[in-house]
């Protein structure tokens, strides 16, 4: 009387489900006889002996000229002065060579498998607006073609939200996203 009835034990408690039970029972028999039938011994693999190769640095079929070239032969190599000097020119830069540059986000992440950047959109982003990301060695800037807000695509995405864009190039994660004005 003093036996626990498994039956009443509830299943996380139990130490193995009664189904499991079953099926080990049924299938021992069946396991037993399959390993006694098929005793493999373990095989070795037997390596090659390296040996270290001996030189001899002393015997005259070793030369020293033939390794080391003459340093002493070589002609000197020309000095500075023989070049011009280089003048230094300053260039100016038009104001149409510059850009200006507007913070329109920070790349949260990025999904390598299918080259998506999560981007904190901190400014309005419209399709076909060219984003400048930051990346390990520099900058890169590609035009938007698709914008999506939870799997859903979208023609501008609004301050606040986070959206998944298609890049070419891994951006840095934690970085500013640029937007050209």
Do not use: W
């Not at 034990?9 to 299938?27: E, H, M, N, V, Y």
């Not at 990025?110 to 998506?116: E, L, M, Q």
């Not at 390990?136 to 914008?147: A, D, P, R």
């Amino acid at each position: 009387m003093d036996e626990i009835n498994v039956y009443n034990i509830p299943a996380f408690q139990r130490k193995r489900s009664l189904a499991a039970k079953g099926r080990k029972k049924t299938t021992l028999p069946k396991k037993r006889k399959t390993a006694s039938r098929s005793v493999k011994k373990p095989t070795t693999r037997r390596s090659k002996i390296l040996r270290p190769v001996e030189t001899n640095y002393n015997s005259p079929s070793f030369i020293e000229q033939d390794l080391i070239p003459e340093i002493y032969e070589r002609e000197p190599l020309p000095s500075q002065e023989l070049f011009e000097e280089f003048e230094e020119k300053t260039i100016k830069k038009s104001s149409s060579d510059f850009r200006e540059l507007k913070i329109c986000g920070i790349c949260e992440g990025y999904f390598d498998k299918i080259d998506v950047a999560i981007i904190k959109v901190t400014s309005p982003i419209r399709k076909g607006d060219q984003l400048i990301f930051e990346k390990e060695g520099g900058l890169f800037e590609q035009v938007i073609n698709s914008i999506q807000i939870d799997r859903k695509d979208v023609s501008i995405a609004k301050s606040g939200s986070d959206i998944g864009v298609k890049v070419f190039i891994a951006p840095k994660v934690g970085t500013h996203v640029y937007k050209e004005l």
